[in-house]
Structures are given as C-alpha cells and as structure tokens.
C-alpha cells in the first residue's frame, strides 16, 4: 500500500519560507519510476496544481502562481519529495498534499481523481 506522509508546514509571516517534505513508502516499482506532484488547496477553495518533477529530478513544472518562488527537488535514495516555498503570500495558504502523477490536463485541474496516491497534507498557514 503506497504511504506518502508530508511534514514542514506551520505558521509563517508574509516572505517566509518553508520546507515541505513528503516521505514515500509502498511503491510496488522503484520510486524513481514514479512522476511527483504538489498538490494543495486552501479552504473553501478548489484544489490547485502546484508542481511536478519527473523520476529523475530533472525535469520540473510549475503554477504561474508559485513560479519564481517555489522550488520542488526528491531525494530517490531516501524516497523523498521536497517543496521549498520562498516568497509566501497570505493566498499560499492551504493544505499541501504530495501526490502520485504529473500535472493534470486543464479539464481535469481540480479532479482528486487526476493523482491515484495523497498524502494527509500539511497545512501551510501565511499570516502576519
């Protein structure tokens, strides 16, 4: 059964930054084969790709809303995936989550559906 446990949020003042992490566990192929995405949604609010990165780490994508201020990297031999936030605004607010697969087609946005594994998430709060 795939786990994936994301950690780091907190309460941050605007041009924070933060460190999210998101340990993986259960994979049934290497977690290298696996595409790996950010995924957050602030409350009351539909879900909002944040990032991609390939199996390898070298390929990445972003949001225009966090492009410039958010960086997303794994660590494969610790089966890990990392989002450094620089910058925060208070609309970053949200609860992150780490999901299995890529960025979705525009249809499918805000479908959960879209991304077959979730994290818990980890609520990232930017507030003076």
């Known amino acids: 059964e795939v786990q994936l446990v994301e950690s780091g949020g907190g309460l941050v003042q605007p041009g924070g930054s933060l460190t999210l992490s998101c340990a993986a566990a259960?994979?049934?192929?290497?977690?290298?084969?696996?595409?790996m995405s950010w995924v957050r949604q602030a409350t009351g609010k539909e879900l909002e790709w944040v990032s991609s990165i390939n199996g390898g780490g070298g390929v990445a994508n972003y949001a225009d809303s966090v492009k410039g201020r958010f960086t997303i990297s794994r660590d494969n031999a610790k089966n890990t995936l990392y989002l450094q936030l620089n910058g925060l605004k208070p609309e970053d607010t949200a609860m992150y989550y780490c999901a299995t697969g890529g960025r979705p087609p525009a249809a499918l946005a805000t479908n959960r559906a879209w991304w077959p594994h979730w994290g818990q998430g980890t609520q990232v709060t930017v507030s003076s």
């Open positions: 259960g994979f049934s192929s290497p977690f290298t084969t696996y595409i």
